[in-house]
């Protein structure tokens, strides 16, 4: 039964090595051709952000100056979204529009790095030449571009997102519990209308490096998320910028809104990840769906990085369902904090079309049917756990 | 006395607080020193300050943290505030907290000790490149740093320590994070996703290249000379703010709960407000209309009219831009009596303690209310004519207050504001 306080995704920005928006990822999708480059950090392929024409989404060159990369991501992606839903530019919309961001941090200045490492170990007075250094070859400004909340409050300064602005910080977690706490406080009244995303910039050498120490990362040619775990698993990271618009029914009824799709739940939750533990989050988070989608029309979407002890659990709980899956990681990289509302854009676009894109890998089985609803798992490589389930609007 | 609010939802109360500043620890060491009007700027020891145009910051440095880093200490810091916290509330068993946890955590990123031992580590003679820590960290075990570095560590771990229930939430809205982790434990009760909620704010990031970013951006004051007098919000010579560590940490409860289990009440979030500004990056709009939306947002959900309140807690930095731009949107909202109302900044005693501000201030305005006794701004020798406010100079005051505010505002365009009450008699 349709309910005034249901959570609607009403517009989609979705920015991936695929392409720019939900027509370009479904056309990539359906004639799946991986898109990695293996060249820029060699031994460390990564998948790529397709090239932005900036100034569509940050007209002002000088705010595209003052960002570094991740920041140009998420708030392009945040402008598509604006697009897709129809509110860009409305300012009586923006300025009661209530936006969660999920961000991790920005870029360094590798050059200001590899050169003080370099000369520190040498230097007769090591605290003082790393002072020095920094204060004087550090631009001013990178500070702004590496501030985790920046992205939210380049969003507001480019798009006029004024309502609220709250960043989540906590890698993929970080994603899930900013769509959760948005469709929980439009089911409560405490708000009608929220821009919900995040961005990844995976073509850094920092980011590469946090991941190397945990050796959580895929080292090989392309393989899908499935296949890489007979060769011991690993996460290919992927540029990635996803935002939705996420609204009440009544909201989006009263604004003439089309909807894509109704997120009917979303649940997360943590664990330490001891032998079965994540299974029985998610059985958990699966057991309060009980009876409230049909199997023969239902897939998943699955947030797998890749990582092997969460991916190879998380599989053996999908083979359970015995329902078509699908790792949006194989297709776009894993980009931890975007990566949920990442998924769920793969999912509401193809409840939008009534079925399901084609496998990306061996280990994906084909669906011919109908798609009515999707269920979208969220778990992290490290920790947390995540389930929504999408359903036609 | 109901225990739901002016539109029907549970009130919510607190029953336990524990904070950390460059004062002390505790909340008794930290409310005599506040309102004795001590100052807890002093010299940086902790790293070598040649060439630093800032040599000053409100440190603390009495907590011994192995292999320390702004996660590590700021985690520690957390611990030892919720430790407190839940011991004066008493609520749930140890190690199993009934509700939520919502974190304000400064962002984090691998530091320079690490980044120089993946250096040596590489065996990289005449030029270090990210090429040669990346082959370092492949070949070694680094699954500390990993672990350590990732944004949800802390989080994680604390949910582990202290039994919180469900996901954890790490916020950062810049200065204004504490406030918002309030706002997200007030906003969870009031849904009835729980009956009770952790709210804590922590930072412990002084280190050299977090100081010279704010430095770059001419946001730290450079009276070095004197430590303690350096920060003097509201003051004419008033040259920037001090940057500081600490934590806080607050249960709230619904009052229904804190009743049906008898537990002692110390204050009342009444009400929350936000409104983000999409002017400048680190300048608030100079009409003041986001911080004038914030406050009156947050008297909005607490069903207050201005005249209701009887003391701010102010953001009052001390920069030169804050304390007016909080004086503009001070004297929107309170019209009239904006002079005559008392708003004295806290930050005069510690520092600006970043993303912990919002959660130690709610705290220190809570006390505030419960003791009678509003804290001083210390060093205002010298009036501003352009911010005419009652500040509280350098002594502290007795006054009843049962409605207070506490103001926060960041970089990005973040402001939030909560509305504070006395417990109910």
């Known amino acids: 039964m349709p309910h005034d306080r249901d959570a609607l995704i009403t517009g989609i920005g979705l920015i991936s090595c695929l392409g720019e928006g939900v027509d370009a990822h479904w056309d990539a999708l359906n004639a799946f051709a991986p898109v990695v480059d293996e060249t820029s950090f060699p031994g460390f392929p990564v998948h790529p952000m397709t090239a932005l024409a900036l100034d569509k989404q940050i007209p002002k060159r000088g705010d595209q100056r003052q960002m570094e990369a991740w920041q140009r991501i998420g708030t392009y992606a945040a402008g598509a979204a604006l697009d897709s839903a129809g509110v860009k530019g409305n300012a009586e919309l923006l300025s009661r529009m209530h936006m969660i961001v999920a961000a991790g941090g920005g870029e360094r200045d590798y050059a200001v790095d590899s050169a003080i490492l370099s000369a520190l170990p040498k230097a007769e007075n090591p605290g003082a030449y790393l002072n020095e250094h920094l204060l004087s070859d550090l631009r001013p400004t990178l500070f702004l571009a590496q501030l985790s909340n920046l992205l939210a409050g380049n969003i507001s300064l480019v798009h006029g997102v004024v309502g609220s602005s709250r960043t989540f910080m906590g890698e993929e977690s970080s994603g ?6 948005a469709c929980a406080r439009i089911a409560a009244g405490q708000g009608d209308l929220f821009l919900v995303g995040g961005s990844y910039n995976a073509q850094r050498p920092d980011v590469l490096l946090h991941y190397e120490m945990g050796h959580l990362l895929w080292k090989q040619g392309f393989a899908g998320v499935w296949e890489r775990q007979a060769a011991g698993g690993g996460m290919l990271l992927g540029s990635l910028g996803c935002f939705l618009v996420i609204e009440s029914r009544a909201h989006a009824v009263a604004r003439g809104a089309t909807p894509l799709a109704r997120i009917a739940s979303v649940a997360t939750d943590r664990s330490r990840r001891g032998a079965g533990e994540a299974t029985a989050n998610a059985q958990r988070q699966l057991a309060a769906l009980d009876g409230t989608y049909d199997a023969a029309a239902t897939a998943v979407i699955s947030g797998a990085s890749g990582a092997a002890a969460a991916t ?9 369902l015995g329902l078509p899956v699908r790792a949006g990681a194989s297709a776009f990289g894993h980009g931890l904090e975007p990566s949920f509302p990442a998924n769920l854009a793969l999912a509401a676009m193809s409840i939008a079309r009534g079925s399901l894109f084609a496998p990306l890998e061996a280990a994906e089985a084909p669906m011919a049917g109908p798609l009515r609803d999707v269920l979208v798992t969220g778990w992290g490589h490290w920790r947390g756990e995540a389930l929504a389930h999408v359903t036609a609007a | 006395m109901q225990d739901t609010d002016h539109l029907g939802r549970p009130i919510i109360v607190v029953t336990g607080v524990g904070v950390i500043t460059s004062l002390g620890q505790g909340q008794d060491v930290n409310w005599r020193a506040l309102t004795a009007g001590k100052s807890g700027i002093h010299r940086i020891t902790r790293f070598p300050i040649d060439g630093m145009k800032t040599t000053i910051a409100g440190t603390v440095d009495f907590i011994p943290v192995p292999d320390s880093s702004a996660p590590a200490m700021s985690e520690r810091l957390a611990e030892l505030v919720i430790e407190e916290a839940i011991a004066e509330s008493g609520i749930g068993q140890p190690g199993d907290f009934p509700g939520p946890l919502f974190l304000a955590l400064p962002p984090v990123e691998m530091e320079w000790p690490q980044r120089l031992a993946l250096a040596a580590e590489s065996g990289a003679n005449e030029t270090v490149a990210y090429d040669d820590l990346l082959r370092a960290a492949g070949s070694g075990d680094h699954a500390r740093y990993y672990e350590r570095f990732l944004f949800s560590s802390v989080g994680e771990n604390l949910a582990v320590r202290f039994g919180t229930k469900g996901s954890p939430i790490a916020t950062s809205t810049a200065c204004a994070s504490g406030g918002t982790a309030i706002q997200l434990g007030v906003e969870a009760i009031r849904r009835g996703e729980a009956e009770s909620a952790l709210v804590v704010g922590t930072d412990a990031s002084v280190n050299p290249e977090s100081l010279i970013r704010f430095s770059l951006l001419s946001a730290l004051s450079t009276r070095n000379e004197a430590p303690e007098l350096a920060s003097r919000p509201f003051a004419k010579d008033r040259d920037g703010f001090i940057m500081s560590e600490g934590a806080g940490a607050l249960v709230l409860e619904s009052l229904a709960h ?16 936000e409104a983000a500004d999409g002017f400048h990056r ?17 008297l909005a959900d607490a069903g207050l009219a201005p005249e209701d309140i009887g003391y701010i807690n102010a953001h009052g930095t001390s920069t030169p831009e804050n304390d007016k731009m909080e004086w503009v949107g001070v004297s929107a909202v309170f019209g009239d009596r904006a002079s005559s109302i008392p708003i004295s900044s806290n930050k005069s005693m510690i520092g600006h303690t970043l993303t912990a501000a919002g959660a130690i201030e709610a705290i220190f305005t809570l006390l505030t209310l419960r003791h009678g006794v509003l804290p001083p701004t210390i060093n205002y020798d010298t009036p501003d004519p352009a911010v005419p406010v009652d500040c509280v100079p350098n002594v502290a005051r007795a006054a009843q207050v049962s409605h207070a505010i506490s103001n926060s505002f960041g970089f990005g365009g973040q402001n939030v504001c909560v509305v504070i009450g006395a417990a109910p008699k």
Do not use: H, Q, Y
Request: with cysteine; charged share 25%.
């Open chain 1, 176 to 181: 899930t519990d900013a769509v959760r706490i």
């Open chain 1, 312 to 320: 190879v659990e998380e599989r053996a709980f999908l083979d359970g």
């Open chain 2, 258 to 273: 804190a009743w049906a289990r008898g537990a002692t009440i110390i204050g009342v979030i009444e009400g929350c407000g």
């Open chain 2, 282 to 298: 680190t300048r608030s709009s100079p009409d003041g209309k986001p911080i004038i939306a914030c406050m009156r947002n947050a």
